[in-house]
């Protein structure tokens, strides 16, 4: 963002607006937190503001606060679209391109309302009028912070604010562990400390409300991990009947494809999971080191994100999907066995 920019934008935010705030499907930690984050900030500034989200999160963000004003696209579709059309502004958070808002993507591709993007996945589309995108930053919630210093307004963080932008850059960190955390993301995380968030209940609240069926679920998944050690690969299948095998609920699988990364010498990780409903096998991709995963899910996945996480989906059966996956790592040989 140019300094003409974080002009633009005061200017704009100096009269009352009406303002919807969206973040990607599936939403995420990041996603929930940082549309949270900048929510109750808009509010502070005296605009009329609501977080439309395409579809539900998982049960383990549902005490974040303001969480209860959040409206759902997939189930509310006649109110979220008449607050788009009333749109003045539309913040667009935690994605790089509208088709990542699923059935939403239509209904924002039409809108008229001015758009600003906060996000830092790689290759951001270019629809908005003013793009902030770092690909640098651990999260979407560590750039809405930047973002409110940036209009010099970081005093008006309060515990609230603090508490939505802690969760979005502790779990796209996984706590802080990711290459992505950087000295300036711990110097953030110490100072929404400081104004109020209760770092202790937060991971609590995110990572200490398992069910039984989620532990037993993760157990299945467990057993199903393959280990491919020539190419440093493991990955683990989750098939429908074994989700309705343990009662699935959104968030249940979660993480889990960080345990296949966490084997010992293994750089690269995936999970496939069977999602009948949709008709798709659901793709999550994890590596450590240069090994870039936006990129070979941009290649062979329809997918993308970030080097060292990413998403993508399939289109055949969950065997033939893992068929696939395989049969394309000998490409690859050489990249997973620099590092
Ligand atoms: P996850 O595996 O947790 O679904 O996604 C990992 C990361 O990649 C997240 O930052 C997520 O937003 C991003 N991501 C997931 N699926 C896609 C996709 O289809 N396209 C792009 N560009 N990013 C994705
Ligand atoms: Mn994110």
Redesign the pocket.
């Known amino acids: 963002m140019t300094k003409d920019d974080i002009t633009g934008i005061k200017e704009l935010l100096a009269s009352k607006k009406n303002i919807v705030i969206v973040p ?1 499907k ?1 939403p ?1 930690g ?1 996603a929930i937190g940082s549309t949270l984050g900048l929510y109750h900030f808009l509010l502070k500034n005296n605009h009329k503001v609501h977080v439309i989200v395409p579809n539900d999160y998982p049960h383990f963000l549902k005490w974040i606060p303001g969480e209860e004003h959040i409206i759902k696209y997939d189930t509310n579709k006649t109110d979220s679209e008449a607050l788009v059309g009333q749109a003045d502004i539309i913040f667009t958070l ?4 509208f088709h ?1 808002t699923g059935n939403m993507a239509p209904v924002l591709e039409n809108s008229k309302a001015l758009k600003i993007m906060i996000d830092h ?2 290759e951001p589309d270019n629809y908005a009028t003013y793009t902030y995108s770092d690909v640098t930053m651990s999260s979407t919630c560590e750039m809405v912070y930047h973002f409110i210093d940036k209009l010099d307004l970081l005093e008006q963080i309060d515990k609230a604010i603090a508490t939505c932008l802690y969760v979005g850059i502790m779990t ?1 960190t996984g706590s802080f562990r990711f290459r992505s955390t950087t000295s300036k993301t711990h110097r953030v995380i110490a100072h929404l400390i400081d104004l109020g968030a209760d770092n202790n209940t937060i991971h609590n609240n995110v990572y200490d409300t398992n069910s039984h069926n989620r532990l037993q679920l993760l157990g299945c998944a467990l057993s199903n991990l393959e280990i491919l050690p020539e190419y440093r690969t493991a990955y683990i299948t989750i098939s429908q009947n074994e989700l309705n095998r343990y009662d699935y609920k959104k968030g249940y699988t ?1 993480g889990i ?1 960080n345990y296949a990364l966490s084997l010992s010498n293994i750089i690269f990780a995936a999970i496939f999971i069977e999602d009948k409903k949709e008709g798709i096998i659901k793709i ?2 994890r590596s450590k080191g240069s090994f870039s995963v936006n990129a070979f ?1 941009r290649a062979h996945f ?5 080097n060292n ?5 399939s289109e055949v059966s969950l065997s033939k999907t893992v068929e696939k996956f395989t049969s394309i790592l000998p490409t690859y040989k050489k990249d997973l066995n620099n590092d």
């Open positions: 990607h599936n995420d990041d935690d994605f790089n391109a990542r996945h790689q796209d979660e494809v999550s991709l899910s329809n997918g993308g994100g970030h996480a990413a998403g993508g989906r």
